[in-house]
């Protein structure tokens, strides 16, 4: 049973660019979380997406978009990179609210992204 | 809002003594959910407990054992017989309940890093 996947594992970028992360739930899970882990810092919720909406945002810019396709994997997308942005970005798939909750979030392994 | 503080930034001991972790949490809701997880060098984060807001039991789970205090805002961790393998960044986390169109977006606390000398 696959766990949640996130693609790609570490990635470097310039400032100013674009970057997609990608993240595929775990099997079951219809639900994708994403969270920004500054170093040595908390994770940080960006966003939530269920049934292909995004359903809750955190405190986060609008450089900071989402999708979620109909397979439940979903993408997160960061425009105009700042240097700022360079952080863990973490995945966590789950059950749909207030589902999610219960049964907990499975976290993948996060996308390293460090901006140049 | 919903808040969540670890202040113990590192804590250092020996393998085999015993350590706790503290988490106080803040939130105006009467019903939410606490969790823990384990954060090791790979980066993934991984779920230790969860608890929600009406059941204050304790519990324990082999050498690991959580304490729920309500009146405190609290929900610390204990390790029993600490193992080098033990050593991790551990973070504190609250959901608030699930109400109207909201979703459920966990808030992390800044996590504690734990370091276990053989």
């Known amino acids: 049973d696959a766990g949640v996947t996130q693609s790609p594992t570490h990635l470097i970028k310039t400032r100013g660019q674009q970057v997609t992360l990608r993240c595929s739930p775990k099997s079951g899970h219809d639900t994708v979380s994403w969270y920004q882990q500054a170093l040595g810092q908390g994770p940080q919720f960006i966003f939530q997406y269920y049934e292909e909406e995004e359903r809750q945002r955190g405190n986060f810019p609008d450089r900071f978009s989402g999708h979620q396709f109909p397979n439940y994997s979903s993408e997160l997308n960061v425009n105009a990179l700042l240097l700022g942005d360079s952080a863990l970005y973490l995945c966590?798939?789950?059950?749909?609210?207030?589902?999610?909750?219960?049964?907990?979030?499975?976290f993948g392994s996060g996308t390293r992204l460090t901006v140049v | 809002a919903q808040k969540v503080t670890q202040a113990q930034t590192e804590i250092s001991v020996v393998e085999k003594e015993d350590v706790t972790l503290d988490c106080v949490y803040e939130t105006r809701d009467t019903t939410y959910y606490l969790f823990w997880y384990k954060q090791p060098p790979s980066g993934e984060l991984v779920f230790l407990i969860r608890?929600?807001?009406?059941?204050?039991q304790n519990e324990i789970s082999g050498r690991y054992s959580w304490n729920f205090q309500k009146s405190t805002s609290s929900f610390n961790f204990t390790i029993t017989a600490s193992q080098v393998v033990d050593s991790a960044v551990y973070f504190c986390a609250l959901s608030e309940a699930y109400s109207g169109g909201g979703a459920d977006g966990l808030t992390f606390g800044k996590g504690t890093h734990l370091i276990i000398q053989p």
């Open positions: 966590a798939s789950s059950f749909p609210p207030p589902t999610g909750r219960r049964y907990g979030y499975t």
């Open positions: 608890r929600n807001s009406f059941d204050e």
